[in-house]
């Protein structure tokens, strides 16, 4: 951890960025299949959670000036996206720390999965509630049925079906909550 540390505040010790993320996310239960069919939802590269083609800058910071947290308020808990709004906040994108790598787990059970896609379902969407009804669209039973079986047979994973519609039911349940009033808070 003092090197991951270390890199993470490099770029800003060194005045390049006033704030920071790492590219070199990596999973930390890679061999557990809900957690490999989490990176095949999110198009992530295997073992990563992020593609291969990530960006250099993002919105969410993994390090900041605490004098530019502090002029900010920090961020604002709106669930799942409460990261992101700390960028908005403070007017850039947090940028990308060469170097440091650090591990994350992905959901490993359906159990958690269901819960987690629940808690982003109830995040808010760039639209109001016309985004919530686009992601209940998308996290419908026939659409999850068509991509689960799309990207199982792309991805020779016959798991992630059954993965698709446990986390698109949660998504849905989400949305759906937060579309008739419910906390966007886990």
Not at 82 to 102: E, H, R
Not at 158 to 164: E, G, H, N, R, T
Request: proline share 4%; aromatic share 14%; glycine share 10%.
């Amino acid at each position: 951890a003092p090197l991951f540390l270390e890199k993470l505040i490099d770029p800003i010790e060194k005045g390049v960025a006033k704030g920071t993320f790492s590219k070199d996310e990596l999973v930390s239960n890679n061999e557990n299949v809900w957690s490999i069919c989490w990176g095949i939802n999110e198009s992530w590269e295997k073992g990563k959670r992020h593609p291969a083609n990530y960006p250099v800058e993002q919105k969410v910071f993994r390090a900041i000036l605490k004098s530019e947290f502090d002029r900010v308020n920090g961020f604002d808990a709106t669930g799942y996206t409460d990261d992101w709004t700390l960028s908005d906040k403070v007017g850039y994108l947090a940028v990308s720390a060469p170097g440091a790598v650090f591990h994350h787990e992905n959901p490993g059970t359906l159990g958690e999965v269901f819960t987690q896609a629940k808690w982003i379902g109830k995040r808010l969407y760039k639209f109001g509630p016309i985004g919530k009804i686009v992601a209940l669209a998308r996290a419908s039973f026939p659409v999850s049925i068509v991509i689960g079986l799309w990207k199982s047979i792309i991805n020779f994973n016959f798991s992630f079906l059954i993965f698709k519609l446990v986390y698109d039911f949660g998504v849905f349940l989400g949305a759906l909550t937060s579309l008739f009033g419910g906390s966007s808070a886990k």
